[in-house]
């Protein structure tokens, strides 16, 4: 029996299952003629009509029988595994034998009620083999659930847990620990906030109100590990989030939480899947909308190009943009390894024959040019670029070579073949800038948005502008996470210092969403929230990891480095804030400066990269940039 129901399908088993089906069928029919003529069912001669509802009886049956089988097994129901029984299950069954039903019900009536199964008896069959088939699966379910608790001694040793949630989530992570003991967690009470679920049951584990605090929260329920479980109708705020990790960790409770929104909204909720709380539910940002028809239009079947495809934020353009059914995308990356990291990733997943990794440096316009001439790109995500603020200070002329005339060389190429769109990933060191890597990319915007003017071009031009990125190469995140490893201190620049974050998946999908909006010459700035303190950063990513800052753990301030701001801003001075077909998607417009002057300054600077000192070269691009205040060293 254990093999019958728990096994994946195999010939045998759909044998078994079939002659289980079938003889439940084949009872409930017999047993609705014999409730109907009161066990005596009369056969040929022995009613005055001269019916013989015996034989009526055999004829129809095996072919009754078959055809709810042949129903059953078009709506799936021989597919699923046998002790799973939910309302899906239940609903198939009752669609199948309701469709059987209504057949014998018309046949009754195209034959005028001749040799056919009264109409009484197609109604008792229907709820006797509703009633028998549905017993079978809750029988199937309750033996697999038995067999789950013979070993009640290892059961009673699990994991105590408490989850924080009393919604769907909540409901479907505790159903899941009680069915999977192999799991070693129970459930032992829900805790909730509200009121109106107080003193209830969910299972049969009890809704209590949550203490004050987690001490006591383990002292009274002897609680192991909290499970946080929000849901779309009970969602937590990343601040309560925080709250309770912390609290936790005081009173050394193990804090999980259930994976994702995405994994919520779909109903794909299963306890295997909980994971450690990370600091992309403590930032709190919600899911992101997109129009993926949209999306899918710019992107179907067309060959796209991105550069700095190995970094964060170009290799998640990547992965968005496969899934979009491109003809072929370029990978070009001038660090080999990451990009061989990343091809590894998508020839597993099976884009191998849609894929193109280049290693190749955007500065390299012979190679830049026989890539536009071979694969004609219509979409090119530019993500390429010198990105380190304190790096780019002191090295002011690469910083120039590779943001800013990178971008020109592509610019220009992306005109002269035509290409559709073109997308530059900027950020928001941009605004009002402080920094070199900043103004350089400022000086880029500005060259796109002279292009798109430019005579002849058809090509639209746009930039998409957002902040930092969690868990991007060189962010705070990774370096908290090694210091941590490393035992502390953890360093921060100044108490003060705030940042905007944004999630990878969020990012790339608002850039992808920016170039379906965008008609030439915009500048879109994605809505990043409210800024973070990295202080409370730092002191969130300790306190995940079960230590105390200040403490266990140092937390050292080291002072802002050349080119630094201590808050990042969203607009710049001379720019005007529109709203977009989207939420999440904001548009400053400005006037575009003249291509021709943007070229000469190029042209002007470029021989004396070279030999100008720092300060030079940062006084030319404040000439440039007005609103660009340079570091004095």
């Not at 080999?336 to 290693?359: C, D, Q, T, W």
């Not at 003060?496 to 030439?520: C, D, H, K, P, W």
Request: proline share 4%; net charge negative; charged share 20%.
């Amino acid at each position: 029996m254990n093999r019958l129901i728990q096994t994946s399908f195999s010939p045998l088993r759909m044998i078994g299952v079939l002659a289980i089906y079938s003889s439940l069928l084949s009872i409930a029919y017999w047993l609705a003629f014999e409730l109907r003529f009161e066990f005596l069912v009369p056969g040929a001669g022995e009613v005055a009509e001269d019916t013989n509802w015996q034989e009526i009886r055999l004829g129809i049956l095996p072919w009754l029988v078959l055809t709810k089988l042949c129903i059953l097994l078009v709506l799936g129901e021989f597919r699923g595994i046998l002790h799973f029984f939910r309302l899906p299950d239940l609903t198939r069954i009752f669609t199948a034998l309701a469709l059987a039903a209504l057949g014998l019900v018309l046949l009754w009536y195209f034959k005028n009620g001749e040799a056919c199964t009264p109409r009484s008896i197609i109604l008792a069959d229907f709820q006797f083999s509703f009633v028998f088939l549905c017993g079978f699966r809750l029988f199937c379910r309750v033996y697999a659930e038995r067999l789950q608790r013979e070993n009640q001694s290892t059961f009673s040793k699990a994991i105590r847990v408490g989850i924080l949630g009393t919604g769907e989530v909540g409901a479907a992570v505790a159903a899941d620990l009680l069915a999977k003991r192999s799991l070693g967690m129970k459930p032992v009470v829900f805790l909730d906030e509200a009121d109106g679920n107080l003193g209830r049951q969910i299972h049969g584990v009890p809704v209590h109100a949550l203490p004050d605090n987690f001490q006591t929260l383990r002292s009274r329920y002897d609680l192991d590990k909290i499970i946080i479980a929000p849901d779309g109708a009970e969602h937590f705020s990343a601040r309560t989030i925080a709250e309770w990790v912390s609290s936790a960790n005081t009173a050394r409770l193990d804090a999980d939480i259930v994976p994702s929104l995405n994994d919520l909204a779909t109903g794909k909720v299963r306890a295997s899947r909980l994971r450690r709380v990370e600091m992309e539910d403590l930032l709190g940002r919600s899911p992101v909308d997109l129009d993926s028809t949209g999306i899918r239009d710019l992107l179907l079947g067309r060959v796209v190009l991105v550069t700095g495809a190995g970094g964060t934020i170009g290799s998640e353009l990547v992965r968005q943009v496969l899934r979009q059914a491109p003809e072929r995308i370029l990978l070009v990356d001038q660090v080999e390894g990451s990009l061989f990291n990343l091809e590894r990733e998508l020839v597993a997943e099976g884009y191998a024959g849609i894929i193109m990794p280049v290693v190749a440096d955007i500065l390299d316009e012979p190679e830049m040019v026989r890539l536009f001439k071979q694969f004609k790109p219509s979409i090119v995500f530019h993500a390429a670029a010198h990105k380190h603020v304190h790096m780019m200070e002191r090295q002011p002329a690469e910083a120039i070579k590779n943001n800013c005339f990178g971008t020109a060389l592509l610019s220009r190429l992306a005109t002269e073949h035509g290409v559709e769109r073109f997308i530059f990933i900027s950020t928001d060191k941009a605004i009002n800038p402080t920094s070199v890597m900043g103004a350089t990319k400022r000086l880029a915007e500005m060259g796109i948005l002279a292009k798109q003017s430019s005579e002849g071009n058809t090509t639209r031009f746009m930039a998409v502008r957002f902040g930092n990125v969690l868990g991007s190469s060189g962010s705070v995140i990774p370096i908290f996470r090694e210091q941590i490893d490393k035992g502390g201190p953890l360093t921060v620049t100044h108490p003060e210092v705030t940042r905007y974050f944004m999630t990878i998946t969020e990012a790339a999908g608002l850039v992808l969403q920016s170039a379906t909006l965008g008609n030439g010459g915009e500048i879109f700035v994605l809505d990043m929230g409210e800024p973070v303190r990295i202080l409370d950063i730092a002191r969130q990513m300790a306190e995940l990891s079960g230590l105390r800052p200040d403490h266990d753990i140092e937390v050292r301030f080291t002072g802002l480095r050349p080119g630094e701001k201590l808050h990042e801003e969203i607009q710049n001075f001379s720019e005007n804030l529109e709203r977009t077909d989207h939420s999440r998607i904001q548009l400053y417009t400005a006037n575009p400066p003249s291509v021709e002057a943007h070229e000469k300054w190029l042209n002007d600077i470029k021989p004396q990269l070279s030999t100008l000192s720092r300060a030079a070269l940062k006084q030319a691009i404040s000439d440039k940039v007005p609103e660009y205040t340079p570091y004095v060293e």
